[in-house]
């Protein structure tokens, strides 16, 4: 073959590679993220709406609700990662292990939440009433766990207020123990407004105010986007989403999954679909 052929040849793959490169569309691990565990303003995500509409997701469930863990394997089959929503924090009063919690929780209740009462002491018992309820979570089949109120114990207000024992190491120690166990349950760990301290958690979500956006530690989340792992930003009480979703992409990047209370519906909103 003469030089000036094999040029010509080189020249057309290149060519065609390169405008196959160009037509790709960008790569993105941004998935859809349904709600069903906790309530803000509006309406949650419904069981029946997330069967019929959820797929390729992360769907979130408060195990504990009646008839809730049922549905897993439907919700599942479509190819969903289910996530499991707990306290850590906070002892809630209509949970069925309260009153084996209630040794070690404050005596007065959250003014935010008067069902809930912050835990107290991490070290005289409460690990195991959350790992009972871990390994419930794991025999019904959930993917994730995630972990409401960890960062209780770095709230300086919270420790005068409601008499909170618990200290910035002993509370760093119960979540990762906590993590370590769901983790050796075969679960992965969503840590919940914080990566403080939580390296080894698979994903974080935070919650977005309309008046309140991007509160939370920028580096933190941005070193969890850029470590492949899962980070969701629920942002409340909005009359645009879109536009804040926009708002984020810009801030962070396009593998940020979103989901939105829509102000206008009175119900979540959902992206990446």
Same mark, same amino acid.
């Given at each position: ?7 010509? $040849?080189? +020249?057309?793959?290149?060519?065609? *590679?390169?405008? &196959? ?15 069903? /565990? ?14 019929? !509409? ?14 809730? &863990? ?19 924090? &906070? ?11 209630? /040794? ?7 003014? @935010?939440?008067? =069902?809930?009462?912050?835990?107290? +002491?991490?070290? +005289?018992? $409460?690990?195991?009433?959350?790992? /009972?309820?871990?390994?419930? $979570? /794991? &025999? ?27 200290? @910035? ?15 050796? #349950? ?7 407004? +914080? ?15 309309? =008046? *309140? #956006?991007?509160?939370? =530690? ?18 409340? !009480? ?8 926009? @708002? ?26």
């Amino acid at each position: 073959m003469k030089y000036y052929q094999l040029i010509a $040849i080189l +020249s057309i793959i290149y060519s065609c *590679d390169s405008e &196959t490169k160009v037509d790709e569309p960008v790569d993105s691990d941004a998935i859809p993220i349904y709600n069903q /565990a906790y309530q803000e303003n509006y309406a949650v995500d419904t069981i029946d709406y997330i069967k019929n !509409n959820a797929e390729n997701g992360y769907v979130l469930l408060d195990p504990f609700q009646d008839d809730v &863990t049922e549905h897993i394997d439907d919700i599942k089959a479509k190819n969903n990662q289910v996530g499991a929503y707990i306290s850590i924090g &906070t002892g809630e009063t209509y949970r069925d292990d309260y009153n084996e919690m209630q /040794a070690y929780l404050v005596s007065t209740p959250w003014g @935010e939440w008067p =069902d809930e009462f912050f835990v107290k +002491s991490t070290t +005289s018992g $409460i690990l195991e009433v959350m790992k /009972a309820r871990i390994d419930k $979570i /794991a &025999t019904w089949g959930f993917d994730w766990v995630e972990f409401d109120n960890m960062d209780w114990f770095y709230d300086d207000e919270l420790r005068t207020t409601y008499g909170v024992e618990v200290t @910035e190491n002993e509370g760093v120690d119960y979540y990762q123990q906590l993590c370590n166990y769901v983790h050796s #349950k075969g679960m992965k760990c969503m840590a919940k407004n +914080s990566v403080e301290n939580a390296s080894d958690f698979d994903g974080v979500l935070y919650e977005s105010y309309n =008046d *309140d #956006k991007n509160w939370w =530690d920028q580096s933190g989340a941005q070193s969890f986007l850029d470590a492949g792992k899962l980070v969701i930003i629920n942002h409340y !009480n909005e009359s645009n989403c879109g536009q804040v979703y926009s @708002e984020y992409k810009g801030i962070y990047n396009e593998n940020l999954s979103f989901i939105c209370e829509d102000s206008n519906l009175k119900k979540y909103v959902h992206f990446n679909e």
